[in-house]
């Protein structure tokens, strides 16, 4: 284990979790929502530093990254955790999960640079789970990689406070962010969280001149035809008018399945439409 950074020890013992807009107050002996982050006798440690549960070489158009370093692979890794809670999450089972209930490989972050080196990956991917709740063993590997002239891609849903994220954003090279909706209701329905702080991420990350591309998620039923077109203005109205953004289609998991099918792809075909005649250059669709 690993003491956490960005804690504050409170009253009786607990601890204010301050990485992410969760605020979590974690008492003795618990974690918080990301499972990974637990309260021993009043000091916040890391579960999973080191101990990253799925290694993979990926192509670097899965992340989905298409206008960085296209048709590179890349070192993907990840340790369970998440500080969202979205009903149709593909990859919960790593991601909804505690540390103890999924097998995982011991490697310190030199080892992961070696890893990198020695199957001549020049990118690491931190993915398929939230890698900003294990954010020590990210911003570890992210520096020691740097430092051997790698590069690094964060795949996240940007929900994370503005110190921790302005810390390691100089670390980050490219980065894909998950645009999750554009209505706050929905957001903490679906996902147990809010808009502001993704839009805040976005922001910050294009202030620090880390290449960007955006994913969302299609899920029929939860959003309008106006709070898509009003979010494709949002990112022209900010900046983002060249960055990447990639519509994915929805496919029934986790808690999303009965009563719910894949998006149609005329859906995405008149999002990708909409999302054109707003101003953005670059439409993807993906999961087609």
């Not at 490219?174 to 929905?186: G, V």
């Not at 922001?203 to 880390?210: A, C």
């Not at 998991?253 to 009965?258: A, V």
């Amino acid at each position: 284990m690993k003491e956490c950074l960005f804690y504050s020890k409170q009253s009786d013992g607990e601890v204010r979790c301050n990485l992410c807009p969760h605020h979590c107050l974690i008492k003795p002996g618990t974690t918080g929502l990301c499972h990974s982050r637990k309260n021993i006798d009043g000091s916040l440690q890391s579960l999973v530093y080191g101990k990253p549960c799925s290694l993979a070489i990926d192509p670097i158009e899965k992340k989905p990254l298409y206008h960085f370093h296209p048709g590179e692979e890349c070192l993907s890794l990840a340790c369970t955790g998440c500080n969202l809670r979205c009903k149709g999450c593909q990859n919960h089972e790593i991601s909804q999960v505690e540390p103890s209930d999924v097998e995982h490989y011991e490697l310190r972050p030199e080892e992961v640079i070696s890893l990198a080196i020695k199957y001549k990956q020049s990118i690491i991917a931190y993915t398929y789970t939230e890698p900003l709740t294990w954010y020590e063993y990210t911003f570890d590997c992210c520096k020691l990689a740097h430092e051997k002239g790698l590069k690094n891609v964060l795949v996240s849903a940007g929900y994370v406070n503005e110190e921790p994220l302005r810390q390691i954003a100089p670390f980050i090279d490219a980065a894909n962010i998950d645009l999750k909706y554009f209505n706050d209701e929905t957001y903490r329905r679906m996902s147990a969280a809010s808009l502001a702080p993704v839009l805040q991420t976005l922001n910050i990350l294009r202030d620090n001149h880390v290449w960007l591309e955006i994913t969302h998620l299609m899920i029929p039923g939860t959003e309008t035809e106006d709070e898509f077109r009003s979010m494709c203005a949002w990112l022209v109205e900010n900046g983002f008018a060249d960055t990447p953004l990639h519509l994915s289609r929805f496919f029934p998991r986790y808690k999303l399945t009965d009563g719910y099918r894949p998006t149609p792809i005329g859906t995405l075909q008149r999002a990708r439409q909409i999302a054109e005649q707003e101003g953005i250059k670059h439409v993807f669709l993906g999961n087609v």
